[in-house]
C-alpha cells in the first residue's frame, strides 16, 4: 500500500511537470510640446523624464523548445519545453522542501531581459491535528485548503519591494482543465487505497494582474497560480491533509503584457514533456527509497529513523542552497546588464531633448505643481501663475505687484525634465 502511495505521488508529480514545466534595451523618450510667451499653459503630456521600454527583439508568435536538467540525478536532461523564438532558458529539476517531489524551476527570458516567464519554486503546506511535529518543517505556515486567490494573496506578501495590484485576470480554460484533471485523476485512484488513506483531492486557480519596480522602470506581471489540495476523509491519526502550490509569472514591459500572455497562454507554454530517461531513473529512485524506507522501519528503531530523516533534510537543504545561489548570481549580473543599458540610455534620451529644444527655439521650465512645460527661449527669466507666463531677460523684474494673480519663478530643465545638475 505504500508503494502505490508513493506511485500516485510520483504520477501526479510528472503530471504537472508536463503542464508547467529550467541586456539590452531601446528606449523612445516620450517628448512634450508647448507654446511660448504669455497665453494658456498646454496640458502635461506624461510624467516628467518618463521614458517607454520597447523591446529590442520584437514578439514572436513562433516557438522553439529548449531543454532543463535534474541535478538530484547527475544533470540528467529531465524535459523538453517550449518557449517564444528567440528566447533563452536557464532552469533546473528541484526538490520541493515539502513534497519531496522534483519540480521544475526554470525562467525563460527576451534576448534583451525585458520579457520574462518564471516558474518558482514549489510551495507545499501540511496540517494534521492528531498527529503534531511528525512532519516535514519545510513546509509553509500554512492550514487547510486556501483558494488560489487566497494563494496569492500570501504570496504578495513574500515578493520584496512595492507592489501595486490592477486586479484579477482571467484563467485560460486549458490551464483550469488540467488543474481539475489532477484532482480527477487522485479522486480516482482513491478506490485502490484502504479507508484510512483515502482523500478529497480539490483543485482551484487564479491570476492577478500587477505592477512592479524593475531597477528604474515600472513593469507589468501576470501571477498565476494553482492550488492542488488532499484532505484525508477520516478522523483518526492521519486527519488533516497536504497542499502545494505553484506560481509562475510573466514579465513585460507596460502595454506590452497582454500580447506576452496571448503567445504564452495560445501556445499553452511551456508545454513541458518529460524524457523516458528521466521518468525512468525518478520512478526507480522513489521506489528505491520506499524499499529503504521499509527496511529501515522494520528493522531500525525510532533513533536510527531519526537520523537518516536528519541526513535528507541536509541533502535537501543543499540543494536548495546551490539553487538560490546559482539563481542570484544570474540575477545580479541581469540586474548590472540592465543598470548599464539604463544609465546609458538616460544619457542619451537627455542630451536628444535638449537638442529638440534648441533646434525649436525653445527651452524646458519646470512648473511649481511639478509638470513641465515648453515656453520661447528668448528670456532668461520665466514667471508663471498656473495658467500663464510671463517672461523677461531682467533678472530683478517681478510680477507681483504689477499683474494679477501671484506669480512663481520657474526653474529652467533639461528638455525630457530630469533636473540641471
Keep these: 500500500m505504500k508503494k502505490l502511495a508513493g506511485t500516485l505521488t510520483f504520477i501526479l508529480a510528472a503530471a504537472v511537470l508536463a503542464a508547467g514545466c529550467s541586456s539590452t534595451s531601446k528606449a523612445a523618450s516620450a517628448a512634450t510640446s508647448g507654446g511660448s510667451g504669455a497665453g494658456a499653459a498646454p496640458a502635461a503630456s506624461g510624467k516628467a523624464g518618463g521614458a517607454t521600454y520597447v523591446s529590442a527583439t520584437p514578439l514572436s508568435s513562433r516557438t522553439t523548445t529548449a ?112 488543474a481539475q484533471g ?71 514591459p507596460v502595454g506590452q503584457l497582454d500580447a506576452l500572455v496571448k503567445v504564452v497562454d495560445g501556445n499553452n507554454l511551456p508545454h513541458g514533456v518529460n524524457t523516458q530517461q528521466w521518468m525512468q531513473a525518478a520512478l526507480a529512485r522513489q521506489q528505491k527509497q520506499g524499499r529503504d524506507a521499509i527496511i529501515a522501519l522494520t528493522r531500525q528503531e525510532q533513533q536510527e529513523s531519526q537520523m537518516l530523516y536528519s541526513q535528507f533534510q541536509q541533502i535537501m537543504a543543499r540543494s536548495q542552497q546551490e539553487h538560490q545561489q546559482f539563481m542570484a548570481q544570474q540575477e545580479s549580473q541581469f540586474e548590472s546588464a540592465m543598470a548599464g543599458a539604463n544609465a546609458s540610455m538616460n544619457a542619451q534620451t537627455t542630451a536628444a531633448s535638449d537638442w529638440v529644444d534648441y533646434s525649436l527655439d525653445q527651452q524646458t521650465v519646470m512648473n511649481p505643481n511639478g509638470t513641465a512645460s515648453k515656453v520661447s527661449s528668448a528670456y532668461s527669466q520665466t514667471w508663471t501663475d498656473g495658467t500663464q507666463w510671463y517672461q523677461t531677460n531682467d533678472p530683478n523684474t517681478n510680477p507681483n505687484g504689477y499683474l494679477k494673480g501671484n506669480w512663481t519663478l520657474t526653474t529652467k530643465v533639461h528638455g525630457n525634465g530630469e533636473q540641471i545638475q
Design 67 to 178: 531543454t532543463i536538467t535534474d541535478p538530484s540525478l547527475n544533470n540528467i536532461v529531465a524535459a523538453t519545453l517550449t518557449i517564444p523564438e528567440g528566447w533563452k532558458l536557464q532552469g533546473i529539476e528541484m526538490i520541493s522542501a515539502c513534497t519531496f517531489q522534483p519540480w521544475p524551476v526554470f525562467r525563460a527570458y527576451s534576448q534583451d531581459g525585458l520579457m520574462q516567464y518564471r516558474i518558482e519554486p514549489v510551495i507545499g503546506w501540511q496540517w494534521h491535528p492528531n498527529a503534531r511535529g511528525a512532519f516535514n518543517s519545510g513546509c509553509a505556515n500554512i492550514s487547510g485548503v486556501i483558494s488560489a486567490a487566497d494563494f496569492l494573496t500570501y504570496y504578495l506578501g513574500t515578493m520584496q519591494g512595492g507592489v501595486h495590484v490592477v486586479g484579477p485576470m482571467p484563467v485560460p480554460a486549458p490551464y483550469s482543465q488540467w
Design 182 to 252: 489532477l484532482a480527477a485523476q487522485g479522486n480516482q485512484m482513491n478506490a485502490r487505497l484502504v479507508p484510512a488513506l483515502q482523500a478529497n483531492h480539490t483543485a482551484d486557480t487564479a491570476a492577478l494582474r500587477i505592477e512592479v519596480v524593475n531597477g528604474t522602470f515600472v513593469v507589468e506581471e501576470r501571477l498565476r497560480a494553482v492550488v492542488e489540495c488532499s484532505a484525508a476523509n477520516n478522523a483518526g491519526t492521519m486527519s488533516g491533509g497536504t497542499c502545494w502550490a505553484r506560481v509562475d509569472v510573466l514579465t513585460a
